[in-house]
């Protein structure tokens, strides 16, 4: 057997099907204690990634490098895939190779190039689905860790973000153990599928022994319709349409960064920004059966614009005072409890990411549809749990059911050739 230059020893047969399980919804890392040193690492060889990026119908690369990681301040891509993982490395310092390997595949993969040999005898170093060259269509890699990795298998837990907690059951959750929590995720987006699948595939054929798959959900955004407005979620309304400007570095450093000097943060985790993921099934086939003035209100905005109902235009802001009985916008309309536009209520706001879902059919024949929510904040509890809070009993309680999801940290990005995912961390 052979590996690339800087690889461990190449895993066994049954290591490798172990460790790359692409069926029943996930991917699975691998099992622990396989052979050291995860990667066959390899990087973008610049020519190539230069003509992929130019191939129709595919996006240019996102640069990887930066104080923050990427994908934070993008408008949702078309396509996605959240995946929640086991820790399974056997110690610290296998930890951080992998944190390293997962570093180096998102580097490579989000360049785009030329996979690298392997010599006759070794299995491939790519899966081939993309074609010869790997390109980049616009791929984001966004690496998060959980408040269980902080226990006493590595040694981190002084290490632990401060308001890093397990994610919490609200009143009208129904949160599935299976689909909630884990030590990292990994959420993968591009331009298209293929490329969001290729990802994954790669990266978790590089980390068995590393991290073991516990769930998985992929998403998509709708093309918008009518063209040139904001995409729509299963329920025909438009989604996202109010959030703080990621243009502004005020907005930013006060809702959204971990900043140096946070009270009571570990200094590793500047630049870093709180992740929540919500999988929010929606009942669709109740929702249809109501009628769109009632579901309007249910909003506080138009179906077919988007406009709030007091307004004449999709970015208008909507004047809660002079609606103070809630005539036009009812008092408990999700778009005002979620954001109620008080002084009081400013410092709550989040940014809001979100794709559609679509997992079939239930046991009982009823679609299986609904919404991946996830939403990045500089304090989960001053910021979405209270927004959470706030909409506990409104009227669309009805129609959703939040089924599973987590708490975690998007961790700094990777700021030069040399650093890697959570290097400070490690340091």
């Known amino acids: 057997m052979t590996t690339e230059p800087g690889s461990g020893p190449a895993p066994g047969r049954r290591s490798f099907l172990r460790g790359l399980a692409v069926g029943g919804g996930v991917v699975a890392g691998g099992a622990a204690g396989a052979a050291g040193g995860y990667a066959l690492r390899g990087g973008p060889d610049p020519a190539a990634a230069a003509n992929a990026a130019t191939v129709e119908g595919r996006l240019p690369a996102v640069p990887?490098?930066?104080?923050?990681?990427?994908?934070?301040?993008?408008?949702?891509?078309?396509?996605?895939?959240?995946?929640?993982?086991?820790?399974?490395?056997?110690?610290?310092?296998?930890?951080?190779?992998?944190?390293?390997?997962?570093?180096?595949?998102?580097?490579?993969?989000?360049?785009?190039?030329?996979?690298?040999?392997?010599g006759i005898t070794g299995p491939p170093s790519d899966s081939g689905m993309l074609g010869p060259t790997v390109v980049p269509d616009g791929l984001t890699v966004t690496l998060g860790v959980g408040s269980t990795l902080f226990d006493d298998r590595y040694g981190l837990a002084s290490a632990r973000p401060?308001?890093?907690?397990?994610?919490?059951?609200?009143?009208?959750?129904?949160?599935?153990?299976?689909?909630?929590?884990?030590?990292?995720?990994?959420?993968?987006?591009?331009?298209?599928?293929?490329?969001?699948?290729?990802?994954?595939?790669?990266?978790?054929n590089h980390t068995r022994g590393g991290m073991q798959a516990s769930w998985r959900i992929e998403g998509f955004t709708n093309p918008p319709r009518p063209a040139g407005t904001v995409p729509r979620n299963h329920f025909g309304f438009m989604d996202g349409i109010s959030n703080p400007s990621?243009?502004?570095?005020?907005?930013?450093?006060?809702?959204?960064?971990?900043?140096?000097?946070?009270?009571?943060?570990?200094?590793?985790?500047?630049?870093g920004s709180y992740l929540v993921v919500r999988l929010i099934r929606q009942l669709t086939e109740f929702w249809d059966r109501i009628d769109v003035y009632e579901q309007q209100d249910i909003i506080g905005r138009y179906r077919d614009?988007?406009?709030?109902?007091?307004?004449?235009?999709?970015?208008?802001?909507?004047?809660?005072?002079?609606?103070?009985?809630?005539?036009?916008?009812?008092?408990?309309?999700?778009?005002?409890l979620a954001n109620p536009r008080t002084p009081e209520s400013a410092s709550s706001r989040i940014l809001r990411r979100s794709w559609n879902y679509n997992r079939g059919l239930d046991d009982s024949g009823n679609l299986d549809v609904g919404l991946l929510f996830t939403c990045y904040q500089q304090d989960i509890g001053r910021q979405f749990?209270?927004?959470?809070?706030?909409?506990?009993?409104?009227?669309?309680?009805?129609?959703?059911?939040?089924?599973?999801?987590?708490y975690f940290l998007a961790l700094p990005g990777v700021?030069?050739?040399?650093?890697?995912?959570?290097?400070?961390?490690?340091a």
């Open 385 to 406: 749990e209270t927004v959470q809070n706030r909409l506990e009993n409104e009227p669309m309680i009805d129609y959703i059911s939040p089924v599973g999801g987590g």
């Open 162 to 204: 401060a308001r890093l907690t397990p994610m919490k059951s609200f009143a009208n959750d129904d949160l599935d153990p299976s689909q909630t929590g884990g030590d990292l995720v990994l959420q993968c987006s591009a331009g298209h599928p293929d490329v969001v699948l290729h990802a994954l595939r790669d990266i978790a």
């Open 246 to 271: 990621v243009a502004s570095a005020r907005d930013m450093n006060s809702l959204v960064w971990v900043r140096p000097g946070t009270a009571g943060e570990p200094a590793w985790t500047s630049g």
């Open 64 to 118: 990887f490098h930066g104080e923050h990681q990427a994908a934070i301040t993008r408008t949702p891509q078309a396509a996605t895939a959240v995946v929640s993982f086991t820790a399974t490395a056997r110690d610290r310092a296998a930890l951080k190779d992998l944190f390293q390997t997962v570093t180096d595949r998102a580097r490579f993969l989000t360049a785009g190039g030329t996979p690298p040999p392997t």
């Open 415 to 426: 700021r030069n050739a040399s650093d890697f995912y959570g290097g400070a961390l490690f």
């Open 305 to 336: 614009s988007g406009y709030p109902l007091d307004a004449s235009s999709i970015d208008a802001v909507p004047d809660y005072a002079a609606d103070a009985t809630g005539d036009v916008i009812p008092m408990n309309a999700h778009m005002r």
